[in-house]
Nanobody
């Protein structure tokens, strides 16, 4: 079975940092991309960042460029999202998802989803 386990969320003050992890299993990690998405209350789920072990492509949403860094440890089948300079507007449930091939921003192209981890940034 394909499993994606997101972790690392929590409560942090504005300007602080968190590192999210997405541990993947049940598929050939090297052939897939892992994306991070977030959903704030009352808003649609949006793409944050994604990385592909298949072709090395990386995507960042404009709202997180320069603050978030995505990385992949293929030996551990895990993708990390380092989030620095956090803002209250980054508050959301963060989900990781996987798709075969390259990194894409569209959530519709991802076919497996993890359960989400809550990030709360206080002002």
């Amino acid at each position: 079975d394909v499993q994606l386990q997101a972790s690392g969320g929590g409560l942090v003050q504005a300007g602080g940092s968190l590192r999210l992890s997405c541990a993947a299993s049940g598929f050939t990690f090297d052939d897939y991309a892992i994306g991070w998405f977030r959903q704030a209350p009352g808003k649609e789920r949006e793409g944050v960042s994604c990385i592909s072990s298949s072709d090395g492509s990386i995507y960042y949403a404009d709202s997180v460029k320069g603050r978030f860094t995505i990385s992949s440890d293929n030996a551990k089948n895990t993708v990390y999202l380092q989030m620095n300079s956090l803002k209250p507007e980054d508050t959301a449930v963060y989900y990781c998802a996987s798709r075969p091939g390259g990194a894409l921003a569209s959530k519709a192209s991802y076919n497996y989803w993890g359960q989400g981890t809550l990030v709360t940034v206080s002002s």
